[in-house]
């Protein structure tokens, strides 16, 4: 297992599009990945769950991986964790 700690960059913090981004970039993963914030923590499969976290701008994430290329797996979910996503605003 593997352990990263991700510190939130995005202004609008992980809302629902960049959760869809996170979910879909690391979908096809055949290990386990998880992520723990404010005492809560939730497998990385769906929207829904990585949205119960509430996460904002400069809230801590704690990833942990388990399964194969663990390490490289880790750094792209915290690479996800720390982006700033750039969408345009709703009209």
């Given at each position: 297992m593997v352990e990263k700690t991700a510190v939130v960059q995005n202004q609008a913090g992980i809302h629902v599009r960049p959760s869809g981004v996170i979910i879909e970039e690391i979908g096809d993963y055949s290990g386990k990945i998880s992520a723990e914030a404010h005492g809560f923590s939730v497998d990385l499969n769906s929207v829904m769950g990585l949205l119960s976290?509430?996460?904002v701008q400069k809230d801590e994430v704690k990833?942990?991986?388990?399964?194969?290329?663990e390490e490289k797996i880790a750094a792209k979910v915290k690479e996800l964790f720390e982006r700033h996503y750039d969408f345009p605003p709703r009209k």
């Open positions: 976290l509430g996460l990833i942990r991986v388990e399964g194969p290329d």
